[in-house]
């Protein structure tokens, strides 16, 4: 049966707890940013006008991935990419975003949802520059809600467990790419996508 209401939903899942309720905070403590302070990656959700949904994925050095403008607002630099910037156009048409930020071997997640603009330039981007490198934008975020996520989710899936992955056999990047576009040179993919050279245009 497909689920349509708030009371359906709550009837089979219940209701939080004191303390989940209460986690959720409107501006930033000092143990969320020392979080922020040790994240390497995050994901970027956005929605259009029209409700289509886009997440991203953002990785830097930590203390390059954000910038903690005050207790309310936090940047997040952009770098050289693919420019399709899905994300962004979204952010111009409905400015509400939600953020994961994640710490290699840890379950717990940091959320923080708000409203987003999008600047190019600022007094901190000097402090996000990589090997010489400031960001060519970056995602200004008016927090709305912060809180922390609890591990399950990673300690179902065992992530930080290098005993529980996969062999690597999967098809590489390139050969992805070949199958998705029969049409495009093989040899020129493998070298597209080889991490010496994706190494050479992080920054």
Same mark, same amino acid.
């Given at each position: 049966?497909?689920?349509?209401?708030?009371?359906?939903?709550?009837?089979?899942?219940?209701?939080?707890?004191?303390?989940?309720?209460?986690?959720?905070?409107?501006?930033?403590?000092?143990?969320?940013?020392?979080?922020?302070?040790?994240?390497?990656?995050?994901?970027?959700?956005?929605?259009?006008?029209?409700?289509? =949904?886009?997440?991203?994925?953002?990785?830097?050095?930590?203390?390059?991935?954000?910038?903690?403008?005050?207790?309310?607002?936090?940047?997040?630099?952009?770098?050289?990419?693919?420019?399709?910037?899905?994300?962004?156009?979204?952010?111009?048409?409905?400015?509400?975003?939600?953020?994961?930020?994640?710490?290699?071997?840890?379950?717990?997640?940091?959320?923080?949802?708000?409203?987003?603009?999008? =600047?190019?330039?600022?007094?901190?981007?000097?402090?996000?520059?990589?090997?010489?490198?400031?960001?060519?934008?970056?995602?200004?975020?008016?927090?709305?809600?912060?809180?922390?996520?609890?591990?399950?989710?990673?300690?179902?899936?065992?992530?930080?467990?290098?005993?529980?992955?996969?062999?690597?056999?999967?098809?590489?990047?390139?050969?992805?790419?070949?199958?998705?576009?029969?049409?495009?040179?093989?040899?020129?993919?493998?070298?597209?996508?080889?991490?010496?050279?994706?190494?050479?245009?992080?920054?």
């Amino acid at each position: 049966m497909e689920i349509t209401s708030a009371e359906q939903l709550r009837a089979i899942v219940g209701e939080p707890v004191d303390l989940v309720i209460k986690k959720v905070k409107s501006h930033l403590y000092d143990v969320h940013r020392e979080w922020l302070a040790s994240t390497p990656m995050m994901f970027l959700a956005t929605a259009d006008g029209r409700g289509g =949904v886009d997440v991203s994925p953002k990785g830097d050095p930590a203390g390059a991935l954000v910038h903690v403008i005050d207790d309310t607002r936090i940047a997040i630099p952009e770098r050289p990419g693919n420019k399709r910037v899905d994300g962004y156009l979204n952010i111009l048409a409905h400015p509400h975003v939600g953020t994961v930020f994640i710490v290699p071997g840890r379950g717990d997640t940091l959320r923080i949802n708000g409203s987003a603009r999008i =600047v190019d330039d600022g007094d901190y981007f000097d402090d996000l520059a990589v090997k010489g490198k400031r960001p060519i934008l970056a995602v200004e975020i008016d927090i709305e809600q912060v809180f922390f996520h609890c591990a399950k989710a990673f300690m179902r899936s065992e992530l930080w467990k290098p005993e529980s992955w996969p062999d690597d056999d999967l098809p590489s990047t390139a050969q992805i790419a070949k199958r998705l576009m029969p049409e495009a040179d093989e040899q020129a993919l493998e070298e597209r996508y080889a991490e010496a050279n994706y190494r050479k245009i992080l920054y």
